[in-house]
């Protein structure tokens, strides 16, 4: 029998997910780690396991390919933290035009 806190201390402690406003899709990150990360259409590297929600841990057989990854991005999108990631906020809706009064 497993616990989600057992699930974790046999992870590698590390989760990831991409911050995709400043990936400039170069791809090296799914070379280095493919079973890391992925990319869109557009080349826009994502964190395959949990669809860029950095929730899901690293398995420890990847974290050297991941450190790698992270090492080599150029841009320093590439985000890490001992601790799932928080949901992220819903972006405030912009109103299509102003009017005068
Ligand atoms: S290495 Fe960095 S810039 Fe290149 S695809 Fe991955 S996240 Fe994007």
């Given at each position: 029998m497993t616990d989600s806190k057992n699930d974790v201390r046999q992870s590698s402690d590390w989760f990831t997910k991409i911050d995709q406003e400043r990936?400039?899709?170069?791809g090296l990150c799914a070379l280095h780690a493919p079973a890391v990360f992925d990319y869109d259409d557009n080349g826009v590297a994502f964190g395959k396991r949990d669809a860029n929600h950095g929730t899901v841990p690293i398995p420890p057989e990847q974290l050297a390919a991941f450190k790698t990854a992270y090492r080599d991005c150029p841009v320093q999108a590439i985000l890490r933290s001992r601790r799932p990631f928080p949901p992220e906020k819903p972006a405030k809706p912009r109103p299509d035009h102003y009017t005068e009064s």
């Open positions: 990936c400039i899709a170069c």
